[in-house]
């Protein structure tokens, strides 16, 4: 069973940054694309930065130039650097991974997509 696990949201004043990052539990033999994705009350999930194996990324209109994902393939691990934030910054923040895990004694499985229990961001003064 893989779960993926999030760290490090909080609170942040505006104009400040935060830097979220994701490790995926359990027998892990390979992952994909990895992302970020984020909720405010009230409104849909959206995505706000992916990055592929070879690190190749994506972000969303209302991030670019102020947040960076980066990963740590000898880890499996996923960050986002938000900078600058603002207040409409504020959601909970999702972690979301294609992975394929490991079975001992049976090899790897088909790959699928997880997403991770979300961990919440606050912009305030």
């Known amino acids: 069973q893989i779960q993926l696990v999030e760290f490090w949201g909080g609170l942040v004043q505006p104009g400040g940054s935060l830097t979220l990052s994701c490790v995926p539990a359990g027998n892990i033999f390979n992952t994909f694309t990895m992302a970020w994705y984020r909720q405010a009350p009230g409104k849909q999930r959206d995505l706000v930065a992916s990055?592929?194996?070879?690190?190749?990324?994506t972000y969303g209109d209302s991030v670019q130039g102020r947040f960076t994902i980066s990963r740590d393939n000898a880890k499996n691990t996923v960050y986002l650097h938000m900078n600058m934030l603002k207040a409409e910054d504020t959601a909970v923040y999702y972690c979301?991974?294609?992975?394929?895990?490991?079975?001992?004694?049976?090899?790897?499985?088909?790959?699928?997509?997880?997403w991770g229990q979300g961990t919440q961001v606050t912009v305030s003064s």
């Open positions: 979301n991974a294609d992975v394929v895990a490991q079975v001992p004694g049976l090899g790897p499985t088909g790959r699928k997509n997880y």
């Open positions: 990055i592929d194996k070879i690190g190749a990324t």
